[in-house]
């Protein structure tokens, strides 16, 4: 076994790993976002006021971090000679990142950290349906019954699925991979410029401002 080869490998297994990482965050983001009631009652236990202001801000910084990650991760996997690499479950996967960048835009940029308003309201909709696809990628999919199993318990459902919608099966899974990413990359980066050009926007309304 070359050098070559082991390097390929482990940076193989290191873009899988990651990518099954932000599945897990992007679950715990909207875990630590749609407890609020949790966070309220345990507020009871805190007596001073910089405490409870530090423990709120806690409770949306890491639901914006852990959101954070798990977008960045999905732009790292949504490009095309990774997605040939690795086992990833398209268009879900490509599709449940960019719903969590419009959740962390509305998020961080149009008060979508703020409980009862419109905008936290749509940004966890967004979220959910995020996780909702990466659950069913990932269960279905990336995860689905290996040889081993389907040797013994054939299934065209099964074997549909894992040609189809999985990226790196050739080569119906690496087309519709291509598919994903022309669809889908050009609206991730569309949800980036919003992003940004509204943190223009505030940035010259503070400035205005003083």
Known sequence: MNEHIISKGLE???LQTLLNISI?????????????????SLQ???????????????????????????VIIGFLVLNPDI???????????????VLFAA???????YDGHKPHGKSFRSSTWLIFLANLLNIIGFSFIMEAPGKEYLEYHPSPFWEFLKTNFRSNS???????????????????????????????????????AK
Request: net charge neutral.
């Open 170 to 208: 050739v080569p119906n899974g690496i087309e519709m991979a291509q598919i994903s990413f022309y669809i889908f990359f050009p609206i991730l980066l569309i949800i980036f410029v919003i992003g940004f050009s509204r943190f223009m926007k505030n940035l010259a309304k503070s400035e205005s």
């Open 12 to 14: 193989i297994w290191t």
């Open 44 to 70: 009871n236990y805190l007596s001073l006021r910089v405490s409870i202001e530090v423990w709120e801000l806690f409770t949306i910084v890491i639901a914006d971090l852990f959101l954070t990650i798990t």
């Open 83 to 97: 997605m040939a690499d690795i086992k990833v479950a398209v268009p879900f996967v490509p599709a449940a990142t």
């Open 24 to 40: 897990i965050f992007g679950m715990f983001s909207l875990g630590f976002i749609i407890i609020r009631k949790y966070y309220d």
């Open 103 to 109: 959740g962390l835009v509305i998020r961080l940029f």
